[in-house]
């Protein structure tokens, strides 16, 4: 499976803040890597989510996109 091209609002940045935010509470954030939309309930290594705001497969967990773009 190949990564997906990465939505411009998707920076290391951006990745390494919501990473470090869900080790200090118990959410489970992902980001769209269509839209760039954060959502909810994605575990760590999720892929393929379907996004809620635009219908995308295309939610990864947080720390597995951090893995893919670092």
Do not use: F, W
């Amino acid at each position: 499976m190949s990564n997906p091209k990465m939505h411009p609002s998707i920076t290391v940045e951006r990745v390494v803040e919501i990473v470090e935010r869900s080790h200090m509470t118990l959410d489970n954030p992902g980001l769209c890597c269509r839209c760039g939309e954060e959502q909810d309930g994605c575990e760590p290594d999720a892929r393929d989510y379907t996004c809620e705001a635009c219908g995308e497969a295309a939610v990864y967990g947080a720390e597995e996109i951090l893995l893919m773009i670092a």
